[in-house]
C-alpha cells in the first residue's frame, strides 16, 4: 500500500484547513486508517483513526472537537478536517494504514504503511 499525504500549508490561528491522503496498490475498503503528527523535536503523536465503513472514529483529547476523520472508499482517500486551528497544531502529519485487528489504534507500531508527510503550520 503506497500513500501520498497532500493538503498542508500556512494558516493562522482559528483557521481551518483539511489535509487528505490518497491511498494505492491495496484494498483501501479493508483498512484502518490513521492520522499522526510529529512538531519540531517532538515524537510522533496520535491524532485520529477510523475504521474500514467509517463508523467509527478515534481522537487524541488535544483535537477532539475540533479535528474530524473521514474516508471515501470510492476514492480511495481518507481526510482530517482541522477547524479552529492552533499554533500548537503546527506540525508534519502523516497519514498511516493497517489491516484490521485487536492492535490499539492508537499506537505508532500498530500501522504497516506510512505515507510522506504534509506540514501544516499555524501562525499565531
Known amino acids: 500500500v503506497q500513500l501520498q499525504a497532500y493538503g498542508g500549508g500556512l494558516v493562522q490561528a482559528g483557521g481551518s484547513l483539511r489535509v487528505s491522503c490518497a491511498a494505492s496498490g491495496g484494498t483501501f475498503s479493508s483498512l484502518v486508517m490513521g492520522w499522526f503528527r510529529q512538531a519540531p523535536g517532538q515524537e510522533r503523536e496520535f491524532v485520529a483513526a477510523?475504521?474500514?465503513?467509517?463508523?467509527?472514529?478515534y481522537y487524541a483529547d488535544s483535537v477532539k472537537g475540533r479535528f474530524t476523520i473521514s474516508r471515501d472508499n470510492v476514492k480511495n482517500t481518507v481526510y482530517l478536517q482541522m477547524n479552529s486551528l492552533k499554533p500548537e497544531d503546527t506540525a508534519v502529519y502523516y497519514c498511516?494504514?493497517?489491516?484490521?485487528?485487536?492492535?490499539?489504534?492508537?499506537?505508532?507500531?500498530?500501522?504497516?504503511?506510512w505515507g510522506q508527510g504534509t506540514k501544516v503550520t499555524v501562525s499565531s
Open positions: 498511516a494504514a493497517r489491516n484490521p485487528g485487536p492492535q490499539e489504534v492508537t499506537k505508532l507500531d500498530s500501522y504497516d504503511y
Open positions: 477510523i475504521n474500514w465503513s467509517g463508523r467509527t472514529r
